[in-house]
């Protein structure tokens, strides 16, 4: 069964602490993989990730893919209250079907 | 245990047909959303339903789009008449109160 598995499932630090999101998948004819950021309704895009072990930057944020161990991370450094949200990671298949998982809830206390 | 289906997951037609796209949320969830994406555009929010009512549907492109929830366990999105510019992904999800969403897996819509 094709799945998705992120963790922690929440998570509470620290403003200027380094958080480290993980996602793991089984899905059988990989395509991407993508993280997005939900803060209200609509998840915001962050990054796509199609190859091993190319970092994708974005300010503090950046996202790695290891399609051998079949895991991605997310990384945001020195985190402030705004980073507060759940961050979402889907991986789609060559069929153009897509698998979430059910997310990382982060907050970030002042 | 099933999570948010939705059908149907391919989906090409022409120009001008009208296209139906349907979804059936977790069961006991009151809170369903309708979601398109595209590269150009990430991830936007159409509509969202709680207790089978729509809420908020100014995310709703134009007046070709409409979407219904006729009770707790169906939902539809029409688009009447497609065109190649609704060519993009579409997402159901849903959700009990403030929840997580559950995604599903999405429905590929190519206008020609």
């Known amino acids: 069964e094709d799945k998705v598995v992120q963790s922690p499932l929440s998570l509470v630090v620290h403003e200027g602490d380094t958080v480290t999101l993980n996602c793991s998948y089984e899905v059988t004819n990989f395509r991407s993989l993508l993280w997005y950021k939900q803060e209200k309704k609509a998840p915001t895009f962050l990054f796509m990730l199609t190859s091993s072990g190319i970092e994708k930057k974005s300010g503090r944020l950046s996202s790695i893919l290891d399609k051998k161990e079949l895991f991605s991370i997310l990384n945001i450094t020195a985190t402030q209250t705004g980073d507060s949200a759940i961050y979402l990671c889907?991986?789609?298949?060559?069929?153009?079907?897509?698998?979430f998982g059910t997310g990382t809830s982060l907050t970030v206390i002042p | 245990d099933a999570g948010v289906i939705q059908s149907p997951r391919h989906e090409v037609t022409e120009m001008g047909q009208e296209v139906t796209l349907r979804c059936k949320p977790i069961?006991?969830?009151?809170?369903l959303f309708w979601y398109r994406q595209t590269m150009m555009r990430g991830l936007e929010l159409l509509i969202y339903f709680n207790n089978n009512v729509p809420i908020d549907d100014s995310g709703m492109p134009e007046d070709r789009f409409s979407a219904k929830m006729p009770n707790a366990s169906f939902s539809t999105l029409k688009i009447q008449p497609s065109e190649p510019r609704d060519s993009a992904v579409y997402f159901c999800a849903s959700n009990l109160g403030l929840a997580t969403q559950y995604f599903g897996p999405g429905t590929r819509l190519t206008v020609l």
């Open positions: 069961s006991g969830h009151n809170s």
């Open positions: 889907a991986v789609e298949n060559t069929g153009n079907q897509f698998y």
